[in-house]
């Protein structure tokens, strides 16, 4: 069925409209805010009174921090921190929202597995103290409220460099605390006896929301060590031994229950010391952003939404930033539109849950490398062009 823009009439030309741009990054391509500019340039080209509120959006995985600081008129901080190895040092950006309260942070920028060349890739050796470092830093900057993407990661280390970096006391077999410095990487994981909350640091009086949308636990056989070993560089062996010290490590310190919750198992562990430690929660990546960028009350009063992502196939449907955007816009009865940079299987899927069309920036004349290059021009072109038509299909 045919749905007409009630903000059009065909006689007059086009009225003022709202209209809430909120798509996803066009990875390889575009960043969400590039995404949603290159749309609104097309939108003002067939309604220069249009009212647009550009709000990029993200999933919790790359990408979040930039969406969060531009859709809030947030700020960038960069630090620099240890790496996912301990003798790296990388410079890692984060975000204060708009609100000055709230920080985000992509634990991939600090440990993440692009940040390593392929024969360094080794579980044992790589550590989430930089992740930590930034947890710190943002404390330190008087936020209290931390979102933390957790995808990415290079790490299997079940968080312990994360927490010794943020000053909890972490004990090893001799008794003795650890030095805050010398990160604990995967292969310390048999030495830890004992891992306390540390009372008084800045980062315990921050609430934490964590983005994870994987549901593994900690240990056994859809653990982070043998789903995720693998392509972190583990062998066979360094799976079985690393998923033998994670069960170790949470029976020893009484924290069963927490391994065993769904997310428990990712960034190798570090969901499990989210909330283990850190008395975090765990929630979906789209939720935690819908909820930082005020998105439900912005499109309240709005006549159309689009939204958009690189590609748009049955993965969607997991998780990802535009689904959950259309489905906000079904319960609050705004059509919703999806530009994307291609089609895959599964994408009519996409209906059932609020959007009511799609369409491909590439109308299969260009090639992909084409297609990316050129998606600022494409976007803004789909956009007037569709906005000209009136009706959406």
Request: with cysteine.
């Amino acid at each position: 069925m045919a749905v007409v823009l009630r903000a059009i009439d065909p006689g007059t030309g086009p009225l003022c409209m709202k209209i809430v741009i909120a798509p996803d990054k066009f990875k390889g391509s575009l960043d969400a805010a590039g995404v949603a500019s290159a749309i609104a340039r097309g939108i003002r080209e067939v309604i220069p009174a249009a009212e647009i509120d550009e709000c990029p959006i993200a999933d919790g995985g790359e990408g979040t921090v930039a969406a969060l600081v531009s859709a809030t008129s947030g700020r960038f901080v960069t630090e620099r921190v240890v790496g996912p190895l301990p003798e790296m040092k990388v410079d890692a950006r984060f975000g204060i929202l708009g609100d000055g309260k709230t920080a985000v942070i992509e634990m991939a920028a600090a440990s993440g597995l692009a940040l390593l060349k392929l024969e360094d890739r080794n579980p044992l050796n790589t550590t989430t103290y930089g992740t930590g470092q930034l947890l710190l830093a943002a404390a330190n900057r008087g936020v209290d409220h931390i979102i933390l993407g957790i995808g990415g990661s290079a790490t299997i280390d079940a968080g312990i460099g994360c927490a010794q970096a943020c000053g909890l006391p972490v004990v090893l077999q001799e008794g003795e605390p650890v030095a805050p410095t010398g990160p604990l990487c995967g292969r310390d994981l048999p030495a830890i006896v004992l891992i306390k909350h540390a009372r008084g640091s800045a980062v315990e009086r921050c609430r934490i929301t964590v983005a994870c949308d994987v549901s593994n636990p900690l240990y056994g056989p859809n653990g982070a060590a043998p789903v995720f070993g693998p392509q972190k560089g583990a062998s066979p062996q360094v799976v079985e031994h690393l998923d033998r010290d994670l069960r170790r490590l949470a029976e020893l310190l009484g924290k069963t229950r927490e391994a065993q919750t769904p997310g428990a198992g990712a960034a190798g562990g570090l969901g499990f010391a989210m909330l283990a430690f850190f008395n975090a929660s765990l929630r979906s990546g789209v939720d935690i952003v819908i909820e930082a960028t005020g998105i439900t009350e912005r499109l309240r009063d709005a006549d159309l939404c689009i939204t958009g992502e690189g590609r748009l196939d049955r993965q969607s449907l997991s998780g990802k930033a535009p689904i959950g955007i259309a489905r906000l816009c079904k319960r609050l009865n705004v059509p919703c539109i999806a530009f994307v940079g291609s089609v895959g299987e599964g994408a009519d899927a996409a209906f059932a849950e609020g959007i009511i069309s799609y369409h491909s920036i590439n109308d299969g004349s260009l090639s992909v490398e084409e297609s990316m290059q050129r998606a600022p021009q494409l976007l803004s072109s789909a956009a007037s062009k569709l906005l000209r038509q009136g009706t959406l299909f």
